[in-house]
């Protein structure tokens, strides 16, 4: 099985305060992402990368920044935590492009990150 | 204007009925739909997918697309408890490095 592990569950951290959110899967997938779920907004991409040391910016990837290392490795990285980024972030996974059958995105359980 | 639209919810439905999830899309370069469910305190998982027009069934689930209506649904016969959760539709681009567009979800409950 797919596994795709992120580093904590739950974080509380103060205004201001860097923040790195680490994400590990286990697949040799070529491709992971980084979301944020929020109620009524679904899950919004922040950023992604389909290679080592290749990142693109989704959809609101202000306040964030990402980087991947090592293949299996990717990290979301809050240079200085504000309240609005209150959320739950999710990182996933896939082997492919969404037309394929490896393009099926494997989430991890998730970090519930509260800034105070 | 988002891009994916789902049914608003809450949707309930006693068992053993069917379920009727709509979700409809505005960018018409997508081509790959898929359906993910996601349990009160977890991750999404992939339930369907679906990439021509027409009817896809796997189960007790069935999976519709036409494209000319930008309209993807999913339909769950012989509801369950055990179905309910939130399920999110998603649209991608063939060859996309983006991957998916998710809608902002449907919450589902299967009355006992």
């Known amino acids: 099985d797919v596994k795709v592990t992120q580093s904590s569950r739950y974080l509380v951290k103060r205004t201001g305060e860097k923040v790195f959110l680490e994400c590990v899967q286990d697949?040799?997938?070529?491709?992971m992402f980084w979301y944020r779920q929020d109620p009524g907004l679904g899950l919004r991409l922040i950023y992604f990368?389909?290679?080592?040391?290749?990142?693109e910016k989704g959809d609101i990837p202000e306040g964030y920044s990402v980087s991947r290392e090592k293949k299996e490795r990717f990290s979301l990285i809050l240079e200085s935590a504000s309240t609005n980024q209150t959320s739950m972030y999710l990182c996933?996974?896939?082997?492919?492009?969404?037309?394929?059958?490896?393009?099926?995105?494997?989430f991890g359980e998730g970090s519930r990150l509260t800034v105070l | 204007q988002k891009e994916v639209e789902q049914n608003s919810g809450p949707l309930s439905v006693p068992e053993g009925a069917i379920a009727s999830l709509n979700c409809t899309y505005s960018?018409?370069?997508?081509?790959?739909f898929f359906w993910y469910r996601q349990y009160s305190g977890k991750s999404p998982e992939l339930i369907m997918s679906?990439?021509?027009?027409g009817d896809k069934e796997d189960g007790r689930f069935t999976a519709q697309l036409n494209k000319a209506s930008q309209y993807v649904s999913l339909l769950i016969r012989d509801s369950q408890p055990s179905d309910s959760a939130t399920y999110l539709c998603?649209?991608?681009?063939?060859?996309?490095?983006?991957?998916?567009?998710f809608g902002s979800g449907t919450q589902l409950t299967v009355l006992p």
């Open positions: 996933a996974s896939s082997g492919g492009w969404v037309d394929s059958n490896t393009g099926e995105l494997f």
């Open positions: 697949m040799d997938h070529e491709n």
């Open positions: 990368s389909y290679d080592v040391k290749m990142k």
């Open positions: 960018d018409r370069v997508s081509q790959s």
């Open positions: 679906i990439y021509s027009n």
């Open positions: 998603a649209a991608g681009r063939s060859g996309s490095a983006r991957q998916l567009t």
